[in-house]
């Protein structure tokens, strides 16, 4: 079958595009024409092959029923990023990670792990989540001026709680910045290298695995991230924590999931429990890694926004919901049909990828009023953020939880809060990262 890709499209998937700010007026425009749908074709990029094309879904309606229909749109059958795996044994490799799966074999992963990350569960980790923000602030605002928040606030956060969940040592934390780096910043040639952790500051157990870490190749890139191979650091290192985890448990949740096993009473294997500590390690610190400077952001470009929370700090509680909405760290997921069907007003064929936009539902007007606009008392949570349906996140009480922890005491420890130069953001079309904000505070 012959598709013509939408002009504009090209934007869309261009990496390239997003280091100057995300593509919202072209994703407006398609969302209000063709029915939403549009074919984009994926010409090579970056010594990266091309691919067959996918159809993109931009409406918010039709974004969730493909989410909640697994039957029809599949993660298993092609994987969830947009970009085929290099090979079949990738694809069937990639294939053993929850992410990845549909029902009933999903829920057999996901149930017993679930119980971890319910709100009772996640009002467990208030205290630490709280301990860990004075400790970053008090390192961070020392004296009034200027600071990067990217890199000398956020990010620590999500690393240190996760540290909390897997049962990694502190002192590893680090290792899952490069992880994350290397997976998410594979686009970007900042982060596709990244080697921020020093092996002299970690435990045994990151020297070990240190020492399978993969070297750049002789154009500077590393071997793909989504891959066994390209990341045996990263399951080497899944794999010695999981051997402890057995022998010395902790009440760290991958510990509980380790001792009380899957759905069904079946025992983790070592394979399950390195996917489900992969997925973690990269999925559970990206999007809150992203959304709290993207929250930051838009409390420095909206001015009024940050003088009414600080007037009303009782709106903070639904306010990081707007936050996120606004910036939506993860722009889009991908699935695959299993059948031919329509969506939107366009035929979908069996076997076509189709990728959801999560950054153009959010911003859907048929759902919320004003969508470009910030605004800190919108009430609900329609927004998409954490995805919907079998696959909705995991930690997403968590993430919450963490947002309102971090801005909370940032607004009280601060005067105000201003841009100091502009961000510097992630070369990506899957992640809305930011690299770098510069921000002004005042005592």
Known sequence: M?????????????PETYVAGAPLAVLDGLR?????????????????????????VTRYDDVRAVLRDPATFSSYAGATQVRDP????????VRRMMLNMDPPEHTRLRRPMAGSFTMRAVARLEEQVAGHVRAILERALTEP??????????????LLTLADVLGVPAQDRMLLFDWSNRVIGFQDPDYATSAAFDPATGTELARRAMALRPAPDADGRMPDP??????????????????????????DVMSIWLREGLDGGDE?????????????????????????????HALITHPEAQHRLRAEPELLETAVDE?????????VFRRTATADCTLGDQPVAVGDKVVVSFLAANRDPRVFEAPGELRVDRRGRQHLVFGHGPHLCLGA??????MRAMFGELLRRTSWIEPAGEPVLLRSSFQRGVKRLPVRWSA
């Open 323 to 331: 936050l996120l909405r606004w910036w939506t760290p993860v722009m």
């Open 397 to 402: 009480h968590l993430a919450r939880v963490q």
């Open 86 to 93: 290099a090979t079949p044994a990738d694809l069937a490799y």
């Open 226 to 251: 989504r891959s066994r191979t390209g990341m045996p650091d990263l399951y080497a290192y899944a794999h010695l924590l999981a051997e402890r985890r057995r022998h010395e448990p902790g009440d």
């Open 2 to 14: 012959t598709r013509t890709a939408t002009p504009g499209t090209e934007v869309i998937h261009d």
């Open 32 to 56: 209000e024409t063709g029915g939403g749908v549009h074919w984009v074709e994926e010409p090579p990029i970056g010594g990266l092959p091309g691919g067959p094309g996918y159809w993109l």
């Open 268 to 296: 983790v294997s070592n394979e399950e429990f390195e996917n489900m500590f992969w997925l973690f390690a990269v999925a559970g610190n990206e999007t809150l890694r992203n959304g709290l400077p993207g929250g930051m």
């Open 145 to 158: 001026g200027v600071l990067d928040f990217a890199k000398e606030v956020a990010a620590d956060l999500p």
